[in-house]
């Protein structure tokens, strides 16, 4: 039987749900997208992937037996409220940080299924690291179909509450941190005089290998002995990277991520 599903919000993740559900045309019914102020971007979802849409999610809750929040944290108290005197039996899903079961649950009435989806930017190509945790009422049906959702956008994890939490900045935030590496580098390679196009190949392209390497079932302590030998040109990059403290500033980075993450659920 397919499921009509509504996502209430039209940004970058919501369009990532939408990519790759539709590709899954043979589980899916109908998939509609709200969004209350933008109407040229609703357009753009309608004509790209052949979907429904409305400016007022409110009017199709009814015909719709799963609910995707992908909306940002501050908005979802009052979307769960007005869910609260709508709801009939549908499955809750967000996406939000922050806002995990228990807090969905104490918004909405009593026994109605929730669930908590963290996936990240990679789902825009379908390659996505997503955790998630469930609510108390979720049954058999409907954990097949958060399984459905997340398969479209990548892999996924399922945690508990406290861990979904703790894993916001690794799984979610953290690929900006990534790309926050990887700039860095690009600039250092373009002082020796390549372009940018040039720098952008050769450290993606080292990144992906990288990643490969680990992948593989390596050990990054005996990756980073491979490349780095002792008293060798790596090892004076490297003695920078703990000289400055590296890994204390990415645990740093972390934990704030998680601490606002966190905050934004109360």
Not at 9 to 29: D, F, H, N, T
Not at 105 to 123: D, F, H, Q, Y
Not at 139 to 153: C, D, G, Q, V, Y
Not at 207 to 228: C, D, F, R, Y
């Amino acid at each position: 039987m397919k499921t009509n599903i509504l996502i209430v919000g039209a940004g970058r993740m919501a369009e990532a749900i939408i990519s790759g559900l539709v590709k899954k045309e043979e589980q899916l019914g109908k998939l509609t997208v709200a969004n209350r102020t933008d109407k040229g971007r609703l357009n753009h979802l309608k004509h790209t992937y052949n979907i429904a849409i409305t400016e007022d999610w409110t009017k199709e809750v009814e015909d719709n037996s799963c609910i995707i929040l992908a909306t940002p944290p501050k908005s979802q108290e009052e979307q769960l409220k007005i869910l609260s005197g709508i709801v009939n039996g549908q499955l809750i899903i967000t996406v939000a940080a922050g806002i995990d079961p228990t807090y969905m649950e104490k918004r909405l009435p009593n026994g109605t299924s929730v669930c908590w989806i963290m996936p990240n930017t990679g789902a825009q190509i379908g390659k996505s690291m997503s955790t998630f945790v469930c609510g108390k009422h979720v049954n058999h049906t409907e954990r097949n179909l958060i399984h459905f959702i997340l398969s479209a956008i990548g892999e996924a994890e399922e945690l508990t509450e406290q861990q979904v939490h703790d894993m916001t900045a690794i799984t979610g935030s953290a690929p900006a941190f990534v790309y926050t590496f990887v700039q860095a580098l690009e600039k250092a390679a373009m002082k020796s005089g390549v372009t940018r196009e040039q720098a952008r190949k050769l450290v993606t392209k080292m990144v992906s290998g990288s990643i490969a390497m680990l992948e593989s079932g390596s050990e990054p302590e005996q990756l980073i002995s491979q490349v780095a030998s002792p008293g060798g040109s790596t090892a004076e990059g490297l003695k920078v990277l703990e000289e400055a403290n590296f890994q204390q500033i990415i645990e740093g980075a972390v934990e704030a991520t998680n601490k606002h993450a966190r905050n934004q659920g109360k």
